[in-house]
């Protein structure tokens, strides 16, 4: 039995080489799995930045769209409303005339063209008092009449 009391110091100090072997290939394992991890790590996340890059182009291009189309259907609306708009100003202004037309009062309109004649006719008069011939003024009676 002297045998087995040499084996134990051995087989002991092979084991717990064996544990400290298999340690040290465990940390080795994790120290590779963190690296790797890094590295793939590293590498998604270029991905991702990239992926992104590519989605933004993509959306960009339709957002711009969907923003020229917004801004053609407002102008549709603005000068559809600026028609209607202008319809209502001149019906508007239809049926003012024809108010005042009705209570005998003139547009400026026709105001100004009587007052461009009468400018006209005062033209023509000096005119002729100025050269000495023509009728004689007829004179007005309290009536307003015109007689000669």
Do not use: C
């Not at 003012?96 to 023509?124: C, F, K, M, P, T």
């Amino acid at each position: 039995m002297s045998d087995q009391p040499d084996k134990k110091p051995d087989n002991d100090v092979q084991l717990a080489g064996k544990i400290k072997d298999s340690a040290r290939q465990i940390w080795l394992a994790g120290l590779g799995a963190y690296t790797k991890a890094e590295e793939d790590a590293g590498r998604f996340f270029e991905r991702l930045v990239h992926e992104g890059e590519e989605l933004e182009s993509k959306t960009r291009g339709v957002v711009k769209k969907q923003v020229r189309s917004v801004e053609h259907r407002v102008e549709d609306v603005r000068e559809r409303a600026t028609g209607t708009w202008d319809r209502l100003e001149n019906l508007f202004d239809e049926r003012v005339s024809g108010a005042l037309r009705r209570l005998g009062i003139h547009r400026r309109e026709d105001i100004e063209a009587l007052e461009r004649r009468i400018e006209s006719l005062e033209a023509e008069l000096r005119e002729l008092k100025s050269k000495g011939s023509g009728p004689a003024p007829r004179k007005r009676t309290s009536a307003g009449k015109t007689q000669k």
